[in-house]
């Protein structure tokens, strides 16, 4: 198992920024993609980024394109999502979660996931 932990989370005005933390002890994190989901209250939980084992692509959800940034640094274990220009619609608990070598948009392809960080964004 690979115990994934997300930080970061927290309250912002419509308008603002947050910028959320994934990591996970061990020598293989450069072996797995990395994503990012998320579920509101009463929603399914939908795909928001996926970044690749290198870091070398990296998809997005339509809905935050051009405002989402994820990037990841394999040297400290560390994948992060920078959340610009917030709505919010962007609110609920945010999750990463593992796949072994390449991105999906399926949660349930993803086998190793974080206990979830909760964004608020309000009017």
């Known amino acids: 198992q690979l115990p994934l932990v997300e930080s970061g989370g927290g309250s912002v005005q419509s308008g603002g920024s947050l910028g959320l933390s994934c990591s996970a002890p061990?020598?293989?994190?450069?072996?797995?993609?990395i994503g990012w989901f998320r579920q509101a209250p009463g929603k399914e939980r939908e795909r928001v980024s996926c970044i690749s084992r290198f870091g070398d692509s990296a998809m997005y959800d339509d809905s935050v394109k051009g405002r989402f940034t994820v990037t990841r640094d394999n040297s400290k274990n560390m994948v992060y999502l920078q959340m610009d220009s917030l709505k919010p619609e962007d609110s609920g608990v945010y999750y990463c979660a593992a796949r072994r070598i390449v991105c999906s948009a399926t949660p349930s392809e993803f086998h190793h996931w974080g206990q979830g960080t909760q964004v608020t964004v309000s009017r």
């Open positions: 061990g020598g293989t994190w450069q072996y797995y993609a």
